[in-house]
T-cell receptor
């Protein structure tokens, strides 16, 4: 079955710096790659997603890149702000399932 | 805006009890999911359903069952709760396969 790895598990950055989180997946049938942000006490919420026919997608300060050949995808957050502090999950969607990575705890230091 | 509601925020149950976790979504979504979240392990899929009365095992179905009698409601059942089922349980729904998941805020279950 699909296996999603995610690195790093924790990440601290200064406010205004960039943050990058990297994921790999194993099942070439995966064709949809969402990213979720989970704030304390809440369920995860979609922040951006990318499909396998696209290499890059950007939404304001957030961008995602996808390398299908290498089975890698990454989340880039620029000009980080304290409200970006949260746990971020990548996921892959082979067939009916949605398989998540283990998560990255991002801390943005003011 | 899609709303996924989990009936309890916190639950404390004893070992051996039968436990029901309820989830309701209000957007006529086809797919519903149950995940458990544990530190360092992320979200692991327990069961999912893509239609009423249909269910599929996820990656960790042992010790759990599910019920989907109506499209909007998806219940997770712990037949005989054990301490290793102490966890955060998250319900989610999606319109169709390959569309974003919408999560509830979770039920933190403690089994003593």
């Amino acid at each position: 079955g699909e296996n999603v790895e995610q690195h790093p598990s924790t990440l601290s950055v200064q406010e205004g710096d960039s943050a990058v989180i990297k994921c790999t997946y194993s099942d070439s049938a995966s064709n949809y790659f969402p990213w979720y942000k989970q704030e304390l006490g809440k369920g995860p919420q979609l922040i951006i997603d990318i499909r396998s026919n696209v290499g890059e997608k950007k939404d304001q300060r957030i961008a995602v890149t996808l390398n299908k050949t290498a089975k890698h995808f990454s989340l880039h957050i620029t000009e980080t702000q304290p409200e970006d502090s949260a746990v971020y999950f990548c996921a892959a969607n082979p067939y009916d399932k949605v398989i998540f990575g283990p998560g990255t705890s991002l801390s943005v230091i003011p | 805006d899609v709303k996924v509601t989990q009936s309890s925020r916190y639950l404390v149950k004893r070992t051996g009890e039968k436990v029901f976790l309820e989830c309701v979504q209000d957007m006529d979504h086809e797919n519903m999911f149950w995940y458990r979240q544990d530190p360092g392990l992320g979200l692991r899929l327990i069961y999912f359903s893509y239609d009423v009365k249909m269910k599929e095992k996820g990656d960790i179905p042992e010790g759990y069952s599910v019920s989907r009698e109506k499209k909007e409601r998806f219940s997770l059942i712990l037949e005989s709760a054990s301490t290793n089922q102490t966890s955060m349980y998250l319900c989610a729904s999606s319109f169709v396969t390959g569309s974003p998941l919408h999560f509830g805020n979770g039920t933190r279950l403690t089994v003593t």
